[in-house]
């Protein structure tokens, strides 16, 4: 009973608490001089590496449902829904039973209608956000590279490269940190170009300032105030260069599970390692997942 109590005591505590969303800049303020003192004077310190996730960058280019959508809509779009042997019609079969519908749910589906008039839809696009990388890992009959959707369909270089969407406030807030020297480290899982793009619009450039890590030569150059390890790859550099960055960018399943055992990334994963180990971590915009 007392453990009860106790626990409804600290969730009535933590629900009292400010969010994100609505909090002031004078409770910010004295949540960093009070309870967070320590927090604060570590980041000074330079005793924190970033690890940044999607959620820093939801606002200004697609999110997993944004793309997991994208993807459904074009093979849905070329589906021949009395073909059971087409090859989009078997891969949006696929992408559907990944998304493990109920019986009543998958029925209702009728691949001829847009994606929008689908009942279950948004159970669809919540599900498969846990299963994305198996659904940008469908093979279509006729595209014999294996990142066709990532590629050709969801097309990281123009949805994620810098120049399609303006930095948003969390990569500003980073940005300001980073010329502040505080922050030696980011690693990041994120393609976008939206920290760089927020260094240049203070600075004029970032490359003054932030030392992008992609591929392991990146690693042995000078380090600058900041390090950004983009460890799934970058978008920007796939676009420029996309011989020789396209493969780098990861989010099929294949890639995951490969990573760790990929010489590819040997450089990048033990700098991922030493980092979790040497530096104490604060997360931001980074899912369980």
């Known amino acids: 009973f007392k453990f009860r109590q106790s626990r409804q005591t600290i969730q009535t505590d933590f629900l009292s608490l400010p969010t994100a969303f609505n909090i002031s800049i004078a409770e910010a303020l004295q949540l960093l001089d009070g309870p967070l003192a320590p927090l604060a004077m570590g980041i000074a310190q330079r005793r924190y590496s970033f690890w940044l996730g999607s959620g820093i960058s939801r606002d200004r280019v697609d999110d997993l449902r944004g793309i997991i959508k994208r993807v459904l809509s074009h093979l849905r779009e070329r589906c021949n829904p009395a073909n059971n042997t087409c090859s989009y019609h078997r891969a949006l079969t696929e992408a559907v039973r990944l998304a493990q519908l109920s019986d009543d749910d998958r029925n209702s589906i009728d691949f001829s209608k847009p994606l929008d008039e689908w009942a279950p839809l948004g159970t669809i696009l919540r599900n498969l956000t846990t299963?994305?990388?198996?659904?940008?890992?469908?093979?279509?009959?006729?595209?014999?590279?294996?990142?066709?959707?990532?590629?050709?369909?969801?097309?990281?270089?123009?949805?994620?490269?810098?120049?399609?969407?303006?930095?948003?406030?969390?990569?500003?807030?980073?940005?300001?940190?980073?010329?502040?020297?505080?922050?030696?480290?980011?690693?990041?899982?994120?393609?976008?170009?939206?920290?760089?793009?927020?260094?240049?619009?203070?600075?004029?450039?970032?490359?003054?300032?932030?030392?992008?890590?992609?591929?392991?030569?990146?690693?042995?150059?000078?380090?600058?105030?900041?390090?950004?390890?983009?460890?799934?790859?970058?978008?920007?550099?796939?676009?420029?260069?996309?011989?020789?960055?396209?493969?780098?960018?990861?989010?099929?399943?294949?890639?995951?599970?490969?990573?760790?055992?990929?010489?590819?990334?040997?450089?990048?994963?033990?700098?991922?390692?030493?980092?979790?180990?040497t530096q104490r971590t604060l997360m931001i915009g980074m899912s369980a997942q």
């Not at 990569?171 to 690693?187: F, N, Q, T």
């Not at 990146?218 to 970058?234: E, M, V, W, Y």
């Open 131 to 277: 299963a994305y990388a198996r659904l940008l890992d469908i093979r279509i009959d006729g595209h014999i590279e294996e990142d066709h959707l990532l590629w050709d369909v969801v097309d990281v270089p123009t949805t994620f490269a810098a120049g399609s969407a303006a930095p948003d406030c969390e990569h500003l807030c980073i940005a300001i940190l980073v010329l502040e020297g505080v922050v030696p480290d980011i690693a990041s899982a994120n393609w976008d170009g939206l920290i760089e793009a927020a260094v240049d619009e203070l600075t004029d450039t970032s490359g003054a300032a932030l030392r992008i890590c992609v591929e392991a030569e990146d690693l042995r150059a000078q380090p600058l105030l900041t390090r950004l390890l983009k460890f799934h790859g970058c978008a920007v550099r796939a676009g420029r260069e996309p011989e020789k960055y396209r493969e780098l960018l990861i989010a099929r399943q294949s890639q995951i599970t490969g990573w760790p055992a990929n010489p590819s990334f040997a450089a990048m994963k033990a700098e991922l390692q030493r980092l979790a180990a």
